[in-house]
Nanobody, 125 residues
């Protein structure tokens, strides 16, 4: 069974940093893209960043550029999201996602086949 398990969420003050991790099993699938999404209460799930696991090419949402960094360690089967200069509007449940297909629009929830359970990030002033 494929599993994605996020960790690293928590509560920080405005301007603080967190690093999220997503450990995954790779027994039966080969990822092409892995990404982070987030969902705030009452809002739709939105893309944060994605990485093409073989080439290392990264994609960022405008709200993430310059503050967040996505990375992938294939030897450890772990995806990371380093988040700096956090703002209150970054407060959300953060989800790890994996796609086994080539995707045209990395921002679409439907482009991803597997999802983790999420880790909560809360930023307070």
């Amino acid at each position: 069974q494929v599993q994605l398990v996020e960790s690293g969420g928590g509560s920080v003050e405005d301007g603080g940093s967190l690093r999220l991790s997503c450990a995954y099993s790779q027994d039966t699938f080969s990822t092409v893209y892995m990404g982070w999404f987030r969902q705030a209460p009452g809002k739709e799930r939105e893309a944060v960043a994605t990485i093409h696991t073989r080439s290392g090419v990264t994609y960022y949402a405008d709200a993430s550029k310059g503050r967040f960094t996505i990375s992938h360690d294939s030897a450890k089967n772990t995806l990371y999201l380093q988040m700096n200069s956090l703002k209150r509007e970054d407060t959300a449940m953060y989800y790890c996602a994996a796609s086994t297909r080539f995707v045209i629009n990395w921002r679409l929830v439907s482009a991803y086949d597997y999802w983790g359970q999420g880790t909560q990030v809360t930023v307070s002033s």
